[in-house]
Structure formats: structure tokens, C-alpha cells
């Protein structure tokens, strides 16, 4: 059961291309959001991702630096500027099983990237970077970082356990205030400016619907007043899709209980052990499928990729897991593949007019038949990689899941759609575009089409969801439009 007081227990609809399974999509119910709550894997895309955004100018790195990262030896200066609250480091753990990934990668041909995961290239592999305090070890949240600076330094005031409601809006379609409530009892803070609107993917449209703007029909549905008229409110859902790959290993380091007890007291005394690392992941590896000689994708499929997406964005990433499935016996460990190039679109929309009542959120997953191959052929490469003999050396007999019995390709796909999962990234819901185009939300200053004063700032903002893991982007996206409102941009 997952908290409720920490997480919002969004529910998917039915998803008809994974046999109908209802997936629950983690969201953060708390100060930080979703960044108190995630893997802390942090990564910046490819420079063609950040070209390929409306009206792109680079981030303002000579007026604020983002974090305090860790560099290594290799590393641009200009990638690796310190000095701001985020902080980003290396895992201070080294995960066994993890040792093994790097000189497998080179088997199979994929490089290092000796700039990290940092410098705008994302073809090879490399160790991964965390939103982890290096010196405490505690994780690096927008609210342990971010937040917690400004409530020191500012006059900020925030209001915990209070739901926001609506936008207001007066009779010029400026937004001019929020109506909020707590434990039942609703009031209204005004905006001497603007309102900013930062709820995430999910939240953020379905605040947008609830106080007027989105497409027609469905407010005049839920009885709405119509302030703005914006079909692209809540659809363009981008997401990313993960699945295992496991095998056994010798190790029972993460299925001993009294092992685990020794690291909870070790992490609490010295700050040192197990538990000063996400608990799984240290190298993470990107590839370009479409690419490669040894895959099952169509030619079809390899000219879509090529057609939509830049030559250097990788369509996957696998990273090494230290935890699979826990029997109580045995460890298990193996690959997490990532799906980073989907075709597939999602929307979400909302139940009522009362943002107490979930939205409806449909992913779509692997609803697009290119999704689809791009999941069997990246299940292949992870195979692929397990037979190497670099893995085969930490590796136990046979795959446990799914096992070797799964086979064909129709046999990979069942299982995907049987087991995959979301990497929790959904984005692009109030996408980013020209104001003449009908489906965008918000301008290329983050202001709402179609009404004023009001500002969406969130990852759904974005107009496409950047290869990898997208914090780094939604940190940048926030200290740009913050230099924007200030007038420094």
C-alpha cells in the first residue's frame, strides 16, 4: 500500500496494449514533489534536444550556477559550475554488480563517455550522477535545496496541507489571484503580478481545466466557465517505459535482513555504507538502436527514428540494477531498459470541476506499434549484453525473468506488456510552442496562451521530454523563466 500522505495514488486508466493493466504512477505528495521521491539519477540531454526547442537560447550559465557537481578529472568546467543550492554527486556506494557493466559495454562495442553524463553527448555509458548531498549523503530535493534557500534568504511563505482549487481570473482574463482550501475551509490569496502554476504534468493541466482553460468541450462538460479555449490542455502526453531483465547472482547482500539492519546503522552513525547510494543503479549505458546491424527493428521504423528524432539522441538507456526479485533467498540483479524515443501520446483530463477528485490519466502505452518494436529490440540488446563475458562472470545459470522460454518476438511482447512500468517522466502536457499553434499552452516565456498574468513552470511545459532522466531540464527551465520574470534574460 503506498502512502497517501507522500504520494497522490494516481491510478492509469485500463492501458489496452498492456492487456489492461491499471498502473499506479508515483507523484510526490510533499514539499519537493516528485523529487523527494524519485531514483535522484540525474543527467542533462543531447544539445540537438535543446535545438530542437521553440525559440532555443542557451541557459543563462554566466548568472546562476544550477548545482555544486561533483566533477571528475575529464569533465568541462563549463559543465560543472558550482556554487548554487542542487546538489549533485557521484554514488558514494559502488555496487558489485555494477562493476561488471562497464567492460561489457566496451564487448559489444558501446564507449565510455569520458565527459560523463553532464556534457550534452549521450552515446556510451559512464557512472551515473545523483541529487545527493556528497557530504551528508542525504538526498538533494528541490525543497532540501531550492526551497529551503529561499525560505532562508526571502520573505517566501508557503502553505503545506492546503489544496489549491482554482485560478482566478477577472473580466480581462488576467489571473489575478488562487482560491485554496484547508481541512475544508476555502480563502483566497491574491497576486499582485503574475500566478505561477507548477504542479506537474498531471496537476497542472487538470488545475488549467478546473479554472477555465482548455479544450471547449470538456469544461462546458463539467459546467466550467470557458475563460480560454485550448484544445492542447492535458494531451501531447510524452512518456518514458521501463522494464527488468534479471539473472542471479552469488551475492545475498540485499536479501539479508540482518546485513540490511548493519547498513540502516551504519548510514544513521557514519554516514557511510549500502545506503549511501539509490540503492541499485551506478552505470547507466545509451544507445542508439536504429544503429545497429543486430536488431529486429523494421526499415520502417529506423527511417521514423531517423526522420524524428536527431542522429545523437539515444532511443534507450540500460542501467545496471542490483535489486530484482526478492524471494527471500537468493539476489537477484539484471538490466533496467529504458525507452527513451516513443511515438506513443498520452493525455489527461479531468473527473469534475474539484481538483479533490483524481484526473484521468491516459498514458498510452506502447499503443504506437513502433513503441512496440523498440521494446523488443531493446530487450534483445539487454540479452545481448547478459551474455557477454564480462556479466557472465557475476551471472548464476539461466535469465530467471522472463526466462529463456520467452523467445519470439511475440513472446518479448507479452511480457513487456505484461511487466513494463513508466520511469515516472511524464511530460509536455501544457507543451511549449508558437502562439499560433492551436495545440500549444504556453509561449516560449512559460505564459499561458490565451489569458494573462499566469505562468506554467513545471515539466509539463516542456515540448518534448529530453532523453534520460528530465530534472536537470526542469531545473533549467525554472532559473530561465526565473531570469525572464526578473528582467535578466
Known sequence: MVNGLIDWRFPTTPQSSLLNRTIHYVR?????????????????????????????????????????????VNESPSFARSGGPLQVSYPNFAQPWASFYPSAFEEIGIPSLSQGVNAGVLDGYASITLTQDPIDKFRSSSDASFL??????????????????????????????????????????????????SAGAFLSPQMLMASGVGQREILDHHNIPVVADRPGVGQNMWVALAYESNVETPSVLQNDPTRISQENEEFLTHKSGLLTSNGGSDIVGFLKLSNQSVTNLSSETVNDFQANFPQDWPEIQVLSYAIGPNDGINQYAGSAIGLLATFSRGNVTINSADMS??????????????????????????????????????????????????????????????SITPFYHASCTCKMGKRNDSMAVVDSEARAIGVSGLRVVDVSAFALLPPGQPQATVYMLAEKIADMILGHA
Do not use: W
Not at 502553505?159 to 482566478?168: A, D, G, N, P, Q
Not at 523488443?376 to 557477454?388: G, N, P, S, Y
Open 28 to 72: 510526490g505528495r510533499c514539499l519537493g514533489g516528485s523529487s523527494a521521491r524519485n531514483y535522484m539519477v540525474y543527467n542533462r540531454g543531447v544539445y540537438p534536444y535543446y535545438r530542437k526547442s521553440p525559440h532555443y537560447t542557451p541557459a543563462n550559465t554566466h548568472l546562476r550556477a544550477t548545482n555544486t557537481s561533483v566533477g571528475t
Open 148 to 197: 529551503q534557500k529561499a525560505l532562508a534568504s526571502t520573505d517566501l511563505v508557503v502553505y503545506t496541507h492546503t489544496m489549491s482549487k482554482r485560478i482566478l481570473f477577472d473580466a480581462n482574463k488576467t489571473a489575478i489571484g488562487v482560491s485554496v482550501e484547508v481541512n475544508g475551509v476555502q480563502f483566497q490569496i491574491n497576486a499582485t503580478r503574475e500566478v505561477i502554476l
Open 357 to 418: 477528485d483524481a484526473p484521468i490519466i491516459n498514458p498510452a502505452y506502447l499503443t504506437d506499434k513502433r513503441d512496440q518494436e523498440l521494446g523488443v529490440a531493446a530487450f534483445r540488446f539487454a540479452r545481448r549484453l547478459a551474455a557477454t563475458e564480462s556479466l557472465q562472470r557475476a551471472i548464476i545459470g539461466d535469465e530467471v525473468v522472463p526466462g529463456p522460454g520467452v523467445a519470439t518476438d511475440a513472446e518479448i511482447l507479452r511480457s513487456l506488456q505484461q
